[in-house]
């Protein structure tokens, strides 16, 4: 349970006014772009950082005061490896099992279970120098999933990775941890539609919470079209912002999302004032996303 917490670091509050509550067997997301405090807030939780003021308990125990006893509750997968390149794979999830207090035999049991659930049985002897992003990813999971904690607290788990990568490490701890209350940072929309709920943190502050259904339903107004195109252009975006209902506009990979009360006459105008830019483009209608229902929430990317 989270009460009224508040944290800064000096300069400006980097947390606002966090009430929040997670139940047991509760898998929650929280969403936000970098900088919105998902991070800072994980660590609270975990008993790494302190709050400036406000209260956080864990199954009853204040993580200040009793900071022991909260621990025993929970796993922490923090954003940042605290890996070391130099060890082997196996080497590091020794050492990291030790600081968990479990014994040589207890680590080397479960190791040998996750190392091939995760497909690195055959890179457990490599030293981690060696590993590719993915791998450092899968060994810094197994090593949060060593203690079997009833509650894991993992920030952005699936960073930096692709669109597979992440679909496959995500579904590979989802199925380790079922059962168990989770809470995970994330960034991105669609990792954060696997959570039964979801929160929109943003500058701080919690802006909005509900099943991801339910918040696409809340917050996004009228229809949504995708516009893909080789470069960026700042008169389109200009139009598209004149065109977006309440100039919300989110940029993407491939392009910029708008959003409209008519998709067809929208797409139709879009088309001209693209061949006027000289600008070759395609337009394709979807259905909003969480990222979408982040952006009308916040009006806005932060």
């Known amino acids: 349970m989270v ?3 508040w944290k800064t670091y000096g300069q400006g509050w980097v947390l ?51 900071s022991k006893g909260a621990r025993e509750w929970l796993s922490y997968l923090p954003e940042e490896h605290a890996l070391s390149k130099y060890l082997t794979g196996m080497e590091n999830i020794l050492f990291f099992g030790r600081l968990y207090g479990l014994g040589k035999g207890e680590i080397v049991a479960r190791a040998r279970e996750l190392l091939e659930e995760f497909g690195l049985r055959e890179h457990a002897g490599k030293q981690v120098g060696r590993y590719s992003k993915g791998m450092r990813q899968k060994l810094s999971t197994i090593i949060a999933l060593l203690p079997q904690k009833p509650i894991m607290i ?36 669609e990792d954060a539609e696997i959570a039964g709920r979801v929160v929109f943190l943003s500058r701080g502050r919690i802006v909005a919470a509900g099943r991801p259904d339910e918040l696409r339903q809340r917050f996004v107004k009228g229809e949504v079209l995708h516009i893909k195109l080789p470069v960026k252009s700042d008169k389109l975006e200009g139009l598209l912002k004149s065109i977006s209902t309440g100039s919300l506009l989110r940029v993407t990979g491939e392009g910029y ?14 088309s001209e004032k693209s061949r006027d830019l000289g600008l070759k483009v395609s337009i394709a209608r979807e259905e909003p996303s969480l990222e979408d229902a982040y952006v009308f929430a916040v009006g806005g990317y932060d």
């Open 3 to 5: 009460e009224d917490v």
């Open 16 to 66: 606002q006014s966090i009430n929040l509550t997670v139940e047991r067997g509760e898998f929650l997301a929280v969403m936000g772009p970098n900088g919105s405090g998902k991070s800072t807030l994980a660590k609270i939780l975990a008993t790494v950082e302190v709050p400036t003021r406000g209260r956080v308990s864990i199954r009853g125990c204040d993580t200040i005061s009793d």
């Open 154 to 189: 993992l920030d952005e788990p699936a960073a930096g990775l692709d669109p597979l990568a992440r679909r496959e490490l995500l579904s590979l701890l989802l199925k380790r941890v079922e059962g168990s209350t989770i809470l995970m940072n994330t960034h991105v929309g």
């Open 257 to 270: 999302r708008v959003y409209v009360g008519d998709a067809d006459e929208a797409a139709k105008e879009i």
